[in-house]
């Protein structure tokens, strides 16, 4: 069994900042890619920003040069950088990340129970 626990989530001005993270437990033997999604009011869920286990980063457009994903792979832990927040920022955000809990055991597609992220001044 394993849970995304995230974390940092709250209100933010424009302009502002937030860190979100995203710590992986239960059975955990390695992490492929983690990344994060968000969910903004009538919308689809879409990709923020993704991160390999070698560290390679993608970002949607929307945030690239303001938001910063990286990992750290001994907490099992991914963080979200949010710099310069826009209120069209404002949204749920989901961690998902792709957990081996076991040698040779393929891995598992887990999601996070989000954290809202609201931008109003």
């Known amino acids: 069994q394993v849970q995304l626990d995230e974390f940092g989530g709250g209100l933010a001005q424009p302009g502002g900042s937030l860190s979100l993270s995203c710590t992986a437990r239960?059975?955990?033997?390695?992490?492929?890619?983690m990344s994060w999604h968000r969910q903004g009011p009538g919308d689809q869920r879409e990709l923020v920003a993704s991160?390999?286990?070698?560290?390679?980063?993608n970002y949607a457009d929307s945030v690239k040069g303001r938001f910063t994903i990286s990992r750290d792979d001994a907490k099992n832990t991914a963080y979200l950088l949010m710099n310069n927040l826009k209120p069209e920022d404002t949204a749920v955000f989901y961690c998902?990340?792709?957990?081996?809990?076991?040698?040779?055991?393929?891995?598992?597609?887990?999601w996070g129970r989000g954290t809202l992220v609201t931008v109003s001044s």
């Open positions: 998902n990340a792709e957990v081996v809990p076991y040698p040779g055991q393929p891995y598992l597609d887990v």
């Open positions: 239960g059975s955990v033997f390695s992490i492929y890619r």
């Open positions: 991160i390999t286990h070698g560290g390679t980063t």
